[in-house]
Structures are given as structure tokens and as C-alpha cells.
């Protein structure tokens, strides 16, 4: 009889050994092909770059990191079955990432449905932290009415009175036209809208849409037109003499290396817009380091933005197993509340009733320099909420 007792202690302990020993899984999913990649790529190098980092040191409670990468393809319902097979599947512990604001309301309903804790890096919709949410899902990037709020401000600051709303139609671009317009009568209470226009997420021929602007007798542009779809507003508009006298005020990030590098010398005056990081530019000290890291990882000192998200997500993902002692999505979660962790860009704080983090973004306009062929933000100013 004690035989057989110690005989099952020994296989209960081996067993424990051997869960103890498996890599900690991490999934995540970014747009790695099509028009979203400008973004996805950079978000996944530093995804990649944070759990190196981490593995260096041990992992994350004495266990190595495997991270499980995927494409989202910028498409929710592939975004939706993709995470549904890293948890069912690969039995990830946790899953990151996502990059349209569509994307990240399917992948957060993927995550209330199996009860798996889901960190929002990229997707800004609010109603992921308000309406839509729930347990398990928490937002490291910023939202919509934060963006809106900002944007509204620099409205204000430029004294625009006639203004045309330029949004995609779909999750982020719905949800900041409503952030801006709540907060425009706080800032510019004499402005007026005097058109809004909705290209669709993915469009790729603004035409129809530039000349409506153009006549539309507006001295600016409140807008959330990001990376591919600014880059073909700005080649087709700009001949036409678009950015001559409309100031172009926007959110997605347009700000960031990544459109400024591949835009170059096309990128047009009258800018101004916001980034999350800038290589040449900290609000940290630690920043330096993170971006000589960076750099060296990408073999380039012009380091994307978006990195830094990715980066973030794969931190507070380990700093809240570290503090629950667990992968146990219950705990996870629990952690995550109030949590607050050290990054490249200052101290976060995840709240703990809205799961938002207080991350801020850098703005200011896109201004020339002699000495380099792409344009950078100066000043560039963080602005970050409380």
C-alpha cells in the first residue's frame, strides 16, 4: 500500500516537472501581408525583440517563451478562426496583438467566448474598453477618444472653422469621428463641419473623394487615414496642390518613420500627426537603450514605431504572470488590473476598472531638414493621459 502511495506521489510530481518545464506560449497575430503590413511587420519585430529579451533572462517563471506567430490578414473573421486554432490547437496562454480596430473587437469576442486573456497592442476602437468590455481583454495602445481629444485640441490650437472629416469607414474610423465630435465644442466651439467623407478600410483610390475636399471650401482635415491609405491620399492628391493651404491634422500614426521613410521627399507640408515612438526622439530614459537594441535587431538606425507596441504587449503579458505566479487566465486577468510596468516610452498603467492603458502618443508637425531625405516631427510634444 505505501508502495503504490509513493508510487503515485512520485507520478504526480513528475508530472508537475514536466508542465513546469513546457515553454510558457504566447500567440500573437499582426497583419504580416497586404497593405496592413507598413504596421504588422514592425509590431512583430518587436514582439519578437521583447521575448529574445526575455528568454535571455530565463523566460517568464523559470519557463523559456515559445511565441506562436500569425498573420490576421487585417481580416476579422480570419483573425477570429486563427486565434480560436492558437487556443484550441497550439493551447496558447495567452494571445497579443491585432491591428485594425475590426480585428481587435473579433479577437476580443474570441477571447470572451474561451475565456483566454487577449492584450490589445494596436487596435484603438473604444468600444473595446467600454461597450464591448468584458474579463479578459486589456488595451496597451491608445483609444479613440483619447486620439479624438487630441486631435479636437490641435483643431482648436490652429484655428480651424471650416473643417472636413476624413475617416475609413469601419470600427476606428466610426468610433474617433465620434470622439472628435464630442470633444470639438471644448476646443473650437466655433468650428463647423462642413463634409464628411468615408473611403472604405483598404481603398486604394481616393479620386472620387479629392476633389470633393478641394471644393468643399474647408482650411482643414480632421482625419484617421493611416499608412497605406495616407500614402495614396498624398500621391494622388498632392499633385493638385491638395496640402497648399488645407492643414492635414490626423491620427494613425502617420507621424511614424514608416510612412515618413517611405514617403521620403513626397511627404507633403501642412502635417501635422502623432507616433507612438520616434527613434530620434524619447520621453524616457531607457529609451536610448531600447532603440539601440532595436536597431541592431533590424539592422537599421531609422527604427520603426510600432515595434515599440508589440515590445509593450509581450511585457506586461510577462509582468502579469510574474505577479499572478500563474498562466492561469483567472489570474492573468486579476494581474493585469492596476498594473503597472516600466517601458520605452515612461511608467504604464493599466487601469483597473476600464483595462486602458495611460499610454500617451508624441504630436507636432512633419517639417523638413537638410540633412535628411525623409521628414521628422518637430517639435513633438507627449501627450499623455492621465
Not at 43 to 63: D, P, S, T, Y
Not at 72 to 91: F, G, H, R, V, Y
Not at 155 to 162: C, D, I
Amino acid at each position: 500500500m505505501k508502495y503504490s502511495v509513493m508510487l503515485a506521489a512520485v507520478g504526480v510530481f513528475a508530472a508537475g516537472a514536466a508542465v513546469a518545464q513546457q515553454p510558457i506560449r504566447i500567440g500573437v497575430l499582426y497583419p504580416l501581408t497586404g497593405g496592413g503590413a507598413v504596421y504588422g511587420v514592425p509590431a512583430m519585430a518587436g514582439h519578437q525583440l521583447a521575448v529574445e529579451e526575455l528568454n535571455a533572462k530565463g523566460g517568464i517563471l523559470g519557463r523559456k517563451i515559445e511565441s506562436i506567430e500569425r498573420d490576421d490578414k487585417l481580416n476579422p473573421a480570419s483573425a477570429s478562426s486563427t486565434m480560436k486554432e492558437l487556443i484550441t490547437k497550439d493551447k496558447v496562454d495567452i494571445v497579443l496583438g491585432g491591428l485594425a480596430s475590426s480585428v481587435g473587437l473579433a479577437m476580443s469576442e474570441v477571447s470572451k467566448q474561451e475565456k483566454v486573456v487577449y492584450i490589445s497592442t494596436i487596435p484603438k476602437s473604444i468600444q473595446i474598453t467600454t461597450d464591448k468590455l468584458h474579463k479578459y481583454v486589456f488595451r496597451t495602445s491608445a483609444n479613440t477618444d483619447q486620439e479624438g481629444d487630441t486631435m479636437a485640441m490641435l483643431a482648436g490650437k490652429n484655428k480651424l472653422s471650416k473643417i472636413c472629416h476624413l475617416e475609413l469607414d469601419y470600427a476606428y474610423g466610426n468610433d474617433l469621428e465620434v470622439g472628435i465630435l464630442k470633444a470639438l465644442p471644448k476646443y473650437a466651439p466655433d468650428a463647423k463641419i462642413v463634409l464628411t467623407l468615408k473611403p472604405k478600410l483598404g481603398a486604394t483610390d481616393f479620386n472620387p473623394f479629392i476633389p470633393q475636399v478641394m471644393a468643399a471650401g474647408c482650411d482643414g482635415v480632421l482625419s484617421g487615414l493611416w499608412g497605406p491609405h495616407f500614402v495614396s491620399w498624398v500621391k494622388q492628391a498632392a499633385p493638385l496642390g491638395f496640402f497648399n493651404k488645407i492643414k492635414w491634422i490626423s491620427g494613425g500614426e502617420i507621424g511614424s518613420h514608416e510612412i515618413a521613410g517611405e514617403l521620403k521627399g513626397e511627404y507633403p507640408d501642412n502635417v501635422i500627426s502623432n507616433a507612438y515612438e520616434l527613434w530620434y526622439h524619447g520621453n524616457d530614459p531607457s529609451h536610448a537603450a531600447f532603440q539601440a537594441r532595436l536597431a541592431k535587431k533590424l539592422n537599421t538606425q531609422e527604427t520603426p514605431q510600432w515595434a515599440a507596441l508589440g515590445y509593450i504587449g509581450v511585457m506586461y503579458a510577462a509582468a502579469a504572470m510574474e505577479k499572478a505566479k500563474s498562466t492561469d487566465p483567472d489570474k492573468v486577468a486579476e494581474a493585469l488590473e492596476g498594473l503597472s510596468i516600466g517601458t520605452p516610452v515612461g511608467k504604464l498603467t493599466i487601469d483597473a476598472k476600464t483595462h486602458q492603458a495611460n499610454i500617451g502618443q508624441f504630436w507636432g508637425p512633419m517639417v523638413k531638414k537638410p540633412d535628411r531625405a525623409y521628414r521628422i516631427m518637430e517639435p513633438a510634444e507627449y501627450i499623455q493621459p492621465k
